[in-house]
């Protein structure tokens, strides 16, 4: 597993700081879910936001000033369905809408344990319903970090199940698709990651359950049919527990001839492309970037 000196800086600090297993902290001891973070003015430098409500939620709506784009990025953070938005995930959404001029929509949507069993989901897809309204689903993309790329996944099983038109495309950082947490190869990683705990995460995932079997795809969408989804593409590293969940998800989607394409970072974390000033990275925004401005219509094509 090969690191840049900045990443191993990095890996070092998170380790010092005792952030592994931050989430499962969170849900033990609480925190405030009625409102996610609100980006600086740092982070907004070159932007408007405008804040709107749907079903008592919060809505940020970012985009570059003075242009109008008729392209739309729907994003769902993570933090193991329990954590509110963090600052990190304000300074990557806010350089992705200055990178692609994209109107971004971040949803604030319900989090575990006082919403569960499916709740968040329902907010998520009903949101995308309304979207539909103003905007054609061939420019709307979706993408999600962590749990928000396994929230993600799930919405796109909903909107195929009610016989919805897809998104043009959907990005999966580091996605969270297993709330069971159930691969063994997973421990093994578990003694590297410096930012996730198998144990934790697996809480998690009971908490947002609820009600619902960890077997039912709406909270567990690895359990889920792949067949006639939009096109996806993952970002994953083997420093992360996570990572086996995206080999997993790579290898249903091969079963189900589903069109992809999977970049495959050697030594990253959890989510490295959210951290700024790490090479690997810009490495990966320049990525997403250049999927997003150059949309194909595409054909399968899948990279390791």
């Known amino acids: 597993m090969t690191m840049s000196m900045r990443s191993r800086m990095i890996y070092k600090a998170l380790k010092a700081a005792n952030i592994k297993g931050s989430c499962g902290r969170r849900l033990k001891t609480g925190v405030d879910k009625n409102a996610s973070e609100y980006p600086s003015k740092f982070d907004l430098r070159g932007l408007t936001i405008e804040v709107k409500v749907f079903e008592s939620r919060n809505v940020f709506i970012i985009k570059k000033k003075d242009t109008s784009s008729q392209r739309h990025m729907i994003y769902l953070h993570g933090g193991g369905y329990v954590c509110q938005s963090s600052a990190m995930h304000w300074s990557f959404v806010t350089d992705f809408t200055r990178r692609t001029a994209l109107e971004v929509c971040f949803l604030d949507y319900p989090l575990a344990p006082e919403y569960h069993s499916g709740k968040a989901l329902d907010f998520v897809y009903n949101y995308y319903c309304q979207h539909l309204k103003t905007y054609d689903p061939d420019s709307v993309l979706i993408m999600g970090d962590s749990a928000g790329g396994g929230l993600t996944l799930s919405l796109l099983m909903k909107i195929r199940n009610e016989n919805i038109k897809m998104p043009e495309k959907a990005i999966l950082i580091s996605p969270f698709v297993d709330s069971e947490v159930s691969d063994r190869r997973q421990r093994d990683i578990d003694l590297i990651d410096p930012i996730l705990s198998v144990e934790e995460l697996i809480a998690c995932g009971i908490v947002y359950a609820g009600e619902l079997s960890l077997k039912d795809w709406r909270v567990n969408p690895v359990k889920g049919d792949f067949k006639g989804l939009c096109p996806l593409s993952i970002y994953t590293g083997d420093n992360d527990i ?45 990525q997403i970037t250049k999927e997003v401005n150059k949309p194909d219509k595409y054909d399968s094509f899948k990279t390791d």
């Open 242 to 286: 996570l990572h086996i969940d995206a080999i997993r998800l790579k290898e249903k989607l091969d079963l189900s001839n589903q069109p992809y394409t999977y970049h495959f970072e050697p030594g990253m974390l959890h989510v490295w492309p959210l951290f700024p000033g790490l090479p690997e990275a810009g490495k990966a925004r320049e």
